[in-house]
């Protein structure tokens, strides 16, 4: 009775749904301002001016670079985190490895509304089926002193997300999103066969 209980947990296990992680790219670094690209630094890599350490999220980006206020002047005030914020640059994609479900928030400036500021796509680099394409109200008078959340819902999982229609307009900080995580049935379903594993073995031995 005990082996056909833990049997039906492992079969359970085997067929839940994985859970999701919430992740958030902050930027909070000090960033150089002439060669600020992010690049895999949330992926366990390096940012173009070679700094590593940044927590691995499964994050990475092409033509988005870090932005920090310097002695050059404030670029920006107000924003969720100051110490370091983002903004984009010609063909731009933030790809995530482990895909994002259900929807992407984030707080933005712009001096102007953009259509189409951000694209889901199901594949890597803007590739594969577009999942949604979003657009961004204009929320400040060209300072970058005002932030607004901003949710994206769409179906599907996303891998990257295209942010080339924000190109040199919008500053971007705390970007968050759901993504697969490595589901937790599967610690189950050992933890339930290594149970029936050493329940029938002591009965072996019994029997004996």
């Given at each position: ?166 190109a040199n307009i919008v500053g971007l900080d705390n970007i968050s999103a759901n993504v697969n995580a490595v589901p937790l049935p599967a610690a189950v379903w050992m ?18």
């Amino acid at each position: 009775m005990i082996l056909k209980k833990l049997a039906t947990l492992a079969l359970l296990a085997a067929t839940t749904p994985g859970f999701a992680d919430t992740i958030t790219v902050d930027f909070e670094k000090i960033w150089d301002f002439g060669n600020g690209d992010v690049n895999a630094y949330y992926n366990g890599g390096a940012a173009a001016d070679g700094s590593i350490g940044g927590p691995n999220l499964g994050v990475s980006f092409v033509n988005v670079s870090g932005l920090s206020n310097d002695a050059l002047g404030p670029y920006y005030s107000n924003a969720p985190s100051m110490q370091g914020t983002a903004y984009v640059h010609d063909t731009a994609y933030m790809n995530v490895a482990a895909g994002a479900v259900g929807s992407l928030s984030l707080y933005y400036a712009s001096p102007s509304a953009v259509v189409g500021a951000v694209k889901a796509y199901d594949g890597l680099n803007g590739t594969g089926n577009l999942l949604g394409s979003f657009d961004l109200t204009a929320n400040t008078t060209g300072g970058y002193d005002a932030w607004n959340l901003a949710t994206f819902a769409f179906d599907g999982t996303a891998l990257s997300f295209d942010f080339t229609g924000s190109a040199n307009i919008v500053g971007l900080d705390n970007i968050s999103a759901n993504v697969n995580a490595v589901p937790l049935p599967a610690a189950v379903w050992m933890f339930g066969a290594g149970w029936a594993a050493m329940f029938g073995a002591g009965k072996r031995r019994k029997q004996a």
